[in-house]
């Protein structure tokens, strides 16, 4: 709701958009209930009357910035405390929206899919994440210590201030830099267009301010201040899931007659409810046989299996071995190692292992 610039000499009209009977000056524009964001309330300026925008503009419409230590945020609202210099202006509430946004505030539609938070996110996994980004009335880049807090996209040749990006990689403290193509960086200025972003996820994921560095280099840089929307930060429930994913113990060693190899056979237990992409078996095994050159001494032997999609729930996956010789045992140490491609890198999620199996291998009828 909105109060108009007419009828402003009614203080109860004030009072019931605040929800409150109050009607003293000092009481309605101290009042909890007043919604910092609306560019237009009471502030903490040196005028009798009669405030215009710019007045309002230059002590950042009442903003500041609070903690820098985590992306400048909290921003908190002054209000004016009376007096000479703070006087209380009833006239403030002029154009006073009580509904109104921060400066940047974020619509998620769908994370990975996912369309009610929690958003179960995958850490060190790239996020798809849907959203719109919605521009309040306080222009944010006013606010004292936030010029370079800018919502509309920059795409000068030169360069500067302007666009918002996801950020993963880092966590909300550091002082790390942070680059994105140009496709990867959005504005404010469309209230109704919705984007999309895949972002990595080593840390909570959220809406930086980005610099762009012009044309020679084509990309953005973080500045390291968050959207001035802080609810969006607890929707997302960061899950280690390779703490969900586990290779079940006792895997199965045997010679397979067919493949003319010995094979592992081992059972996964996926529990984290996401189906993993791209994933394979490593092994690095030792072979020990009363026929080699020198039993006891041995190298190492390292192979990997083909790639293959891990499903949820419980699943059967197996990887051949080679051996030394036919007609006699051979003893195996084994360690399995399940690892899942994430961009050029491989990563661990799990691991088993044999210790000292005997497995003897038949000479051909």
Known sequence: MAIQDTGIGFRSVVGTVLGTTATNEGVLCTHPNVNMWSKWKPIAFPKVSGLTNADIESVGSGLIEGDTTTGGLPIAYQKPVGGATQQFRIGDFRNYKHDALPPVSVNIISVDGQTVPPYRVRINYQATIV?????????????????????VKNTNPSGGFGGISWIGETTASTAATVNRPVNEVFGTELLDVTFTQLVRVNNPPRLEYMEYLGD????????????????????????????????????????????????????????????????????????????????????????????????????????NLTYYQQGETQTYTAYFFLEERIGNDWVQLSSVQIFNKDIYIPIPA
Not at 132 to 151: E, H, M
Not at 253 to 272: C, G, H, K, M, P
Not at 288 to 298: K, L, T, Y
């Open 131 to 151: 959203f719109k980004l919605i521009a309040g009335s306080i222009d944010p880049s006013t606010i004292p210590n936030r010029n370079n807090c800018v919502r």
């Open 216 to 319: 020679a280099n084509g990309s953005y840089e973080n500045t390291r201040k968050w959207i001035e929307d802080q609810e969006y930060l607890n929707k997302f429930d960061l899950i280690n899931y390779t703490e969900e994913i586990n290779f079940m113990p006792n895997p199965t060693l045997f010679y397979d007659q067919i493949v003319d190899r010995v094979t592992a056979f081992l059972n996964i237990n996926n529990e984290s409810g996401f189906v993993i992409n791209t994933v394979r078996i490593r092994a690095r095994y030792t072979i020990n046989a009363s026929s080699m050159p020198d039993p006891g001494v041995f190298e190492d032997i390292n192979i990997i299996g083909a790639t293959f999609e891990l499903p949820t729930g419980n699943n059967g996956a197996s990887i």
